[in-house]
């Protein structure tokens, strides 16, 4: 019994085919590997067909260079196969390289261990069918220290490729870490294939009649073979991923609800090239007040009507315009038109067209839309800068009243320059203690004194000056920094109203302005009742004014908190009622003890109109046993107006403009708080 490789007839070393093999091993491990790393792109993870594709990929691969290192040395001799048996140590290795594959992407580390130590088993059983299945069965006996030195190589080249492959997926390095996991494995495989010729004894009388020839299939149709299986595995794998590619640009760049482009396609290179082309103007439109019908008739009919109105701005398109759906109601239409009066005239068209009624389901609905527009190059030279400034223009228009068109200018740019920047700061005002609170009297006509005050909350911006809460509260509300606002403004409110008690200046209510931002946190029974304890004002000092838009938003989470606050007896009144969604309906559900008659109203009371609304409120408010104070009153004939009337509770700048604690202590205020009927309006009138 001699060592095959010492039969004479083996041609030691064949330079071709070693490189070949070894080409072989490390390629096929290179390929699997790419492909069990293709992450999927489809929700459920990465498609089964990658994995299988990979585990027949590696296990002709390695079939191959078993077949090929045998071949290497053994070109002289006609080397037979047992067919079936070389198919079963086929089989054997791609399974087992299949499994390993799917205990490595589950990607845990027990799993991942194991994963390669299946496939060494894989390859150990591949390696003994194989030699089992040469004709004549010339193998007799195998050296057991140079078997299992091949079994370790490839057990262990197995577990380190897989550890590369794994530990660097993340990392900068994933990159590299494909070719040198593939390096590993190859060389591996190459090695404990080559090894293990060297374990194998043979009859040397039987390999001498090997020569003569025998009957089973020629390893050369197996090299033929594997290869052309490896060269169909790619094939049809590479077709799948170009198909799936394809298939997933369609589906993640097309808006299944309207069939339009999506957001996403604008960033895409062929619309990019096609929009850099067609840059003319930027047309944003977006529908008006699209979330109530959302929140009222719910959102299988709020799609329907998106769909319809997305057909009908289609409709009115033109060649070599391009329509997106950007987000939610919003669409983008872009085109070469740069004459802004024809434009004007189409976005009109198109805003027309929008809001003729829809029949949907049987409910008749109207909606309008507003549009913001760019012009290129005047207001953007690149694509983002056209969309940005559409986007500033789509904002103005909305913020003007909605339901119309609005072109960019510098103005509008300025605006929202601004909004961004008082964003940005907002963040840090409250840290770096730049707010201060201001009050406002509210005052009693008849008794002609004080009966509380509403803090209104300032802010003091370093570069810009004291900034208006009607334009940073908007930003804060947005940006939720309201929440933390409000706590800190509750703290303080409480803390100063305990301190003017304590050393009796005054003992009256002050009231503080809710956001519905404060009810959405459902953190305002806390803060109220942190504040209460820790300054030690008692309930029925503090006021919370909330409008009429914050507790129609979501009646249930707002009743039931404003029943907690009332349950530490704190007071609640409605402010600028009459301007918000219609409160009307439900407003004996809300606990409220006090209706603020907004200052539109009272600004116009000379009116008729307004007249009536104003009566009309103060009798509700009769009928109900609410209070009512009106907001906003700048003149003597406003509070006589109002007096004549039976509204006596005032607050306006004609009482006292909100001022600092000091200034309010001041008292000097108290000159121009005239009490209307007792002589004080007269001296005031002179
Ligand atoms: P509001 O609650 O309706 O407050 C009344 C606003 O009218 C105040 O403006 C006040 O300065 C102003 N005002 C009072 N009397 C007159 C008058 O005779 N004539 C005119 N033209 N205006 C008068 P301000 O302080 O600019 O606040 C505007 C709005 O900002 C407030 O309206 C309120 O909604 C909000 N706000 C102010 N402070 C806070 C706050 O701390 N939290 C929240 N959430 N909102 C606040
Ligand atoms: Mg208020
Ligand atoms: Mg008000």
Redesign the pocket.
């Known amino acids: 019994m001699i060592s095959l490789l010492d039969t004479g007839l083996t041609e030691n070393w064949n330079g071709i085919w070693v490189v070949l093999s070894l080409s072989v091993a490390v390629l096929s491990s290179y390929l699997s590997f790419i492909l069990v790393g293709k992450k999927g792109q489809t929700r459920r993870g990465q498609p089964r067909v990658y994995r299988i594709a990979a585990g027949l990929l590696l296990g002709t691969g390695t079939w191959l260079v078993h077949v090929m290192s045998l071949y290497s040395y053994h070109r002289r001799i006609s080397l037979h196969y047992d067919p079936l048996i070389a198919a079963s140590a086929f089989v054997i290795v791609s399974l087992s390289a299949y499994i390993m594959f799917r205990l490595f992407v589950k990607q845990q580390p027990v799993t991942s261990r194991l994963a390669g130590a299946v496939y060494g088993f894989g390859v150990t059983v591949m390696s003994a069918l194989g030699v089992l299945s040469l004709r004549p069965g010339i193998v007799v006996g195998v050296n057991p220290i140079i078997g299992f030195f091949s079994i370790a190589i490839i057990f262990i080249s197995a577990y380190f490729a897989l550890y590369v492959l794994g530990n660097f997926r993340q990392s900068a390095g994933f990159a590299l870490s494909q070719p040198v996991a593939a390096l590993i494995l190859g060389a591996g495989i190459f090695t404990a294939q080559h090894i293990v010729l060297g374990a194998l004894r043979v009859d040397g009388m039987r390999s001498l009649a090997a020569v003569l020839g025998y009957t089973g299939l020629p390893a050369s149709y197996f090299v033929t073979g594997a290869s052309v299986l490896v060269t169909l595995i790619l094939a049809v794998t590479w077709t799948f991923m170009v198909f799936e590619r394809r298939m997933l640009k369609q589906i993640a760049f097309l808006d299944p609800l309207t069939g339009l482009r999506n957001r996403y396609a604008l960033a895409e290179e062929s619309d990019r090239r096609m929009l850099e082309d067609r840059l003319g103007s930027m047309v944003l439109i977006n529908l008006d007040r699209f979330k109530i019908i959302n929140d009222t008739l719910g959102r299988d009919l709020g799609d329907q009507l998106l769909a319809h109105a997305a057909h009908r701005i289609r409709t009115q398109i033109q060649e070599r315009e391009a329509l997106f759906r950007m987000d939610g109601d919003e669409f983008l239409l872009v085109g070469l038109e740069k004459d802004p009066e024809l434009l004007l005239h189409r976005v009109n068209g198109m805003l027309h067209e929008i809001g003729r009624p829809y029949m949907i389901e049987g409910n008749e609905l109207y909606v309008t839309a507003s549009a913001g527009i760019s012009l290129y190059p005047a207001h953007g030279q690149d694509r983002s800068s056209l969309l940005k400034a559409a986007d500033a223009a789509l904002y103005q228009a909305k913020s003007s009243g909605k339901d119309k068109t609005v072109f960019f200018n510098a103005g509008i740019g300025g605006q929202l320059t601004r909004k961004m920047e008082l964003e940005k700061d907002l963040r840090l005002a409250l840290e770096h203690g730049q707010f201060f609170i201001v009050y ?1 009297p509210k005052w009693d006509a008849r008794l002609g004194r004080e009966v509380g005050f ?4 300032r802010w003091r911006h370093p570069e810009k000056g004291v900034v ?3 334009e940073f ?1 908007p930003i804060a509300e947005e940006t939720g920094l ?1 929440v933390p606002m ?1 706590r800190w ?1 509750l703290g303080e409110v409480c803390r100063q109203s305990k301190r003017w008690q304590d050393e009796g200046k005054f003992r009256v209510c002050i009231s ?4 519905y931002r404060v009810f959405e946190s459902m953190t305002l029974f806390q803060m109220v009742d942190e504040a209460l304890r820790s300054s030690g004002l008692p309930g029925s000092m503090l006021e919370l ?1 909330i409008t009429e838009s914050i507790a129609m938003k979501n009646m249930a989470i707002t009743l039931s908190q404003l029943q907690q606050v009332r349950d530490l007896n704190v007071r609640v009144s409605m ?2 009622f009459g301007t918000g969604h219609s409160s009307l309906g439900r407003l004996d559900e809300i606990p409220v003890d006090t209706l603020k008659i907004d ?1 539109s109203f009272v600004k116009n009371s000379d009116l008729q109109s307004k007249q009536a609304l104003i009566v009309g409120i103060i009798g509700i408010a009769r009928l109900l046993d609410l209070e009512v104070v009106a ?4 003149t003597e004939e406003q509070a006589e107006f109002l007096l004549s009337r039976g509204c006596i509770l005032m ?4 009482y006292g403009r ?1 001022m600092l604690p000091e200034d309010v202590e001041a008292g000097t205020w108290r000159i121009n708080a005239p009490s209307i009927g007792t002589g004080t309006a007269a001296r005031h009138a002179d």
Do not use: F, R
């Not at 509403?454 to 909350?457: C, D, H, R, S």
């Not at 503080?512 to 956001?515: C, F, H, R, T």
């Not at 907001?631 to 700048?634: I, K």
């Open positions: 406002q509403e803090a209104l909350l208006s809460p009607g509260i309201i409000t403004m503080v302005n809710m956001s004014e402010d600028d200052q907001e906003g009153v700048e607050q306006g700048y004609y909100p």
